[in-house]
């Protein structure tokens, strides 16, 4: 799993989202004091790799749109910002570049925008691929869902409580 590969890497606090689906996660990487954002890339990226993952890369260069693309493997889905886009290095590592199709005026989207939209195409046909939800059970959701909670909201007891979830232990 990511977050088993990520803390492998010294890294077992980094927030890891998932989509409803055990296979389908977001990573986002703290700054370590004496190590480039270049090299923790690199370092995630082997981890990702030898667990299985295809890097699939939003670029401006591509020439397929994420509906053409099958999706045959675990993905770890990687977005440029807005102005600078994706680094020729990562361009390199990617396994599948894909084009985020834009009409109008528009030239660019924003990396939260770049995210979503890619999301907003990949989960329900990941859905659609298994079936139903996901393939993660209502407890490991949960699990998750908890740990979100601790991670972001104050009064997260309430709210869990609210929702009717377990505690944790």
């Given at each position: ?62 020439t ?17 910002n ?86 944790p232990?």
């Open positions: 799993k990511a977050r088993a590969q990520i803390a492998r890497l010294g890294l077992a606090d980094v927030q890891v989202q998932n989509f409803g689906s055990a296979r389908d996660v977001l990573i986002r990487m703290p700054a370590i004091k004496g190590v480039t954002s270049g090299q923790q890339t690199e370092q995630v990226l082997a981890a990702l790799k030898e667990a299985g993952f295809a890097i699939w890369v939003s670029d401006l260069q591509a397929e749109t994420l509906e053409q693309l099958p999706l045959d493997s675990k993905i770890a889905l990687v977005v440029g807005a102005h600078d886009g994706i680094s020729e290095a990562m361009r390199a590592a990617a396994d599948r570049r894909y084009i985020l199709p834009m009409h109008g005026m528009v030239q660019s989207f924003n990396l939260s925008v770049a995210l979503a939209l890619s999301l907003q195409q990949l989960v329900p046909r990941r859905r659609a691929e298994l079936g139903g939800r996901g393939d993660m059970t209502v407890e490991r959701m949960w699990q998750l869902r908890q740990r979100w909670l601790e991670f972001g909201l104050r009064h997260a007891e309430i709210i869990r409580r609210e929702l009717g979830g377990p505690t232990t």
